[in-house]
């Protein structure tokens, strides 16, 4: 069972100030998130949705994947979604070493794009202090986020995904999903109902 919040607490976003884990916004507006993509059997399903609600998205793509499937990653951009890093090889950052995922990092942005803007996603949440400080130092801004709402687990059912989203996203939110098989049961079912109930509220979704 999940041990962390769906809604981050205030004050972990307290101790960690230079992370982004929310954006201010005078409009009705959310930020939802695609990690761990591009994935050939999800990803395109996850555009066509959001297509249907006009809605823009940040999708945070492993530099592996990228250069698997470049297609996918193409039709993201070409859908006007912004892409963010989330490193070459899915690196868990409190087992590896600065310089190398440091490097990692880069490496990923060689395929996404150097000239862009920087934003990069740790894998798991899991990012030691020296690279979160080196990262920074080399121009990018590390998106964390408001609201998880764990569809890569397996022990909540769909529903309870959809209410992890509901209960806890207001305006200003950055939301987490994932377009992987693992998380494909509950977020091709909780997707499709939080922007159909988030759009009757006057909600838009823009990316970061």
């Avoid at 916004?25 to 249907?52: A, C, M, N, R, V």
């Avoid at 987490?176 to 509950?186: E, G, P």
Wanted: one cysteine or more.
């Amino acid at each position: 069972m999940p041990v962390f919040p769906a809604k981050t607490p205030s004050f972990i976003q307290r101790l960690f100030p230079k992370y982004i884990w929310k954006k201010a916004s005078l409009s009705k507006t959310i930020y939802l998130t695609f990690d761990d993509g591009p994935t050939p059997e999800i990803t395109q399903w996850t555009l066509d949705t959001l297509k249907q609600y006009n809605a823009k998205a940040t999708f945070f793509c492993i530099g592996d994947n990228i250069k698997k499937y470049p297609d996918i990653f193409k039709s993201t951009i070409n859908d006007g979604h912004t892409i963010g890093n989330h490193t070459f090889n899915h690196l868990k950052g409190w087992s590896t070493n600065t310089q190398q995922y440091v490097a990692n990092t880069i490496k990923a942005q060689q395929l996404i794009n150097p000239e862009s803007n920087h934003l990069f996603r740790p894998p798991f949440g899991k990012i030691k202090r020296s690279q979160a400080k080196q990262l920074i130092n080399k121009g990018y801004k590390i998106i964390m986020w408001s609201v998880l709402s764990y569809d890569w687990e397996a022990s909540i059912t769909k529903e309870q995904c959809f209410k992890n989203v509901i209960k806890n996203t207001v305006s200003g939110s950055i939301v987490v999903f994932h377009d992987s098989i693992k998380a494909s049961k509950n977020m091709q079912y909780t997707l499709p109902k939080v922007l159909e109930y988030y759009s009757k509220k006057g909600y838009q979704f823009k990316s970061l």
